[in-house]
């Protein structure tokens, strides 16, 4: 099998990023695993090497086609974005949200080209980016517009289950709102094509959470369930994926969970499906884009401001979206 | 230590509750728990018991004072309110209807005259009772009823969370309409004063969930937050209530499970407290009335009617809320 390059993005200097990547290339096993190599800056990098351990070092990346692999050596592409003195860990800073943009950019110009196999990304936050006048809500929306895609979603996933969202970061009253058959039909036919061609499932299926308790009880309690959500399966099954559903949201995870019931869930609204990923799989949660031409994973968590800098954060999950990448690389490339 | 008296109320004769309550008088440790009965009937409790094990046999209740305890011999309260006609398993009925609520009438009586010193019931059907002229939407409300109670919430706990939810059985659309501050207030009251009375812990702690996702994130999305759940917190606070939050609902729970963070959960609506409820404790759910001047617990599912008759039904739910109910009546008692 070949040997898989992928790319980590530092995010935001200011954030947790640079110290989970240290973390990650103290593991044992980080260089047997591809060849990895951080897209940041040397500054916070050496900081958060420094706080780590001693173990480590930092060798730059001259030619990204032979970033190579060594025990606890982080191979880094300094992009000499920041100084010294540009950012504060802990704060949020128009210089380092410029950076991670910065960073971002790079990795997604090397994946388009060939030159990686996959983007890790670690956090970058909003606040950040706005103050360097950079007016996107997150990572999916840039990866998106950069790589030209117009149908997208967010998967999380841990080993234990898949999950994707027809509403995110919006409130609960203006959920029902947001949601359409035709927005569903379109989700659940991007999840089985993912599914298929990144997690090399065959005949993937795929469970759809209703929206009201019990999934409305006929009507009783909310009508979307058959207004909306059983016109979108219906669709979608008429386009061949296999999708069931809606499904009172309060037994489904159960039965995908602990019965193997479906592949993949499709919730309709952002705890909906993140409170069973989280209590499942708290510190090793993985975010997915799907439907992007290029591959892309992070960590299911923020820049973690408030314990930047402290040696708290964990590297769990950042370890997880480098292996998801990895699988998903090893689908592709089949 | 006293020993206890517990009636199990035998439910809908159409439902499952016969014969999860014929399974549950099959374990080797139920005549050692408690002294227990059913208020039921004989039709259907002989029609389970031999469909269950040939091992069981069902004895008459004459006096519930003396009901007694021997292994696998059903102590039978038969209240005469069915004949083997009135009733077809797996159909609701208003003949079954009406002689679930006489079962549960009884209880009470027994419960509220000291016979007894707590009530399980096994589930009643909603629709039964409608066919039968009986407009309460489920046992809760009944025992609220017939014990002159108010200030009365469910409960639904198992052995890794217990979880009151501030809104049931309601549209999504509708939950945001339904919260208030005042709302809030008083039922973190009655978790506080039930968890100490019912469930002997001396400082209750109980955390509050946020409505939006990530607690709406300083009322970007959603100022039910700031506007509806922080000041009822806070309101209980000063009433001397430990409650905190309120805490974005993909974490918290994580928080207080995993790493016990507070001993209860207040959920803003029903699948909120429910999925990562019957995530982790799906065959074992019990739910409790607070706010009873009596104890009473049921399992956490239905009268499931379409797989009542074929002996599918698990008995681990029921065996769960006995036990709560024996934990309750001993913290009582004190």
Redesign the interface.
């Known amino acids: 099998m070949k040997r898989q390059r992928i790319a980590i993005t530092m995010g935001d200097a200011s954030g947790v990023g640079p110290e989970i990547i240290a973390k990650l290339f103290l593991r044992e096993d980080v260089d047997s695993l591809a060849d990895i190599f951080v897209i940041g800056d040397l500054f916070p990098m050496l900081s958060a090497q420094r706080r780590t351990s001693k173990k480590l070092s930092i060798k730059p990346v001259e030619d990204v086609k032979k970033s190579g692999h060594e025990k606890n050596v982080i191979p880094l592409l300094d992009m000499k974005a920041l100084h010294m003195d540009d950012y504060t860990v802990g704060e949020a800073g128009a210089r380092a949200g410029k950076a991670s943009f910065i960073y971002l950019k790079k990795a997604i110009e090397l994946a388009l080209s060939g030159k990686i196999d996959a983007i890790v990304t670690a956090p970058i936050n909003k606040h950040a980016l706005h103050m360097a006048g950079l007016s996107y809500p997150g990572h999916t929306e840039i990866l998106a517009k950069f790589t030209g895609t117009k149908n997208y979603a967010m998967m999380l996933l841990s080993d234990r289950l898949k999950v994707v969202l027809a509403t995110?970061?919006?409130?609960?009253?203006?959920?029902?709102g947001k949601l359409s058959a035709a927005g569903i039909t379109k989700l659940l036919r991007l999840m089985d094509f993912s599914l298929k061609r990144d997690f090399g499932i065959e005949k993937p299926s795929i469970a759809v959470c209703a929206?009201?308790?019990?999934a409305?009880?006929n009507g009783?309690?909310?009508r979307?369930e058959e207004d909306i959500i059983a016109p979108g399966i219906k669709k979608a099954r008429a386009a061949g994926v296999r999708a069931d559903g809606p499904y009172?949201?309060?037994?489904i995870?159960?039965r995908v969970?602990?019965h193997s019931s479906h592949d993949a869930v499709l919730a309709m609204?952002?705890?909906?499906g993140?409170?069973?990923?989280?209590?499942?799989s708290?510190d090793t949660g993985v975010n997915v884009t799907l439907g992007l031409p290029i591959i892309r994973t992070s960590p299911d968590h923020g820049t973690a401001y408030d314990i930047a800098g402290t040696g708290a954060a964990k590297d769990g999950s950042l370890y997880e979206a480098l292996k998801t990448a990895m699988i998903m690389a090893k689908n592709r490339d089949k």
Chains 1, 2 share one sequence.
């Open positions: 995110i970061h919006t409130s609960i009253k203006s959920v029902p929206l009201n308790p019990h409305g009880e009783a309690f909310g979307e009172p949201a309060d037994t995870f159960d969970v602990n609204y952002h705890d909906q993140l409170i069973p990923l989280k209590l499942l708290f």
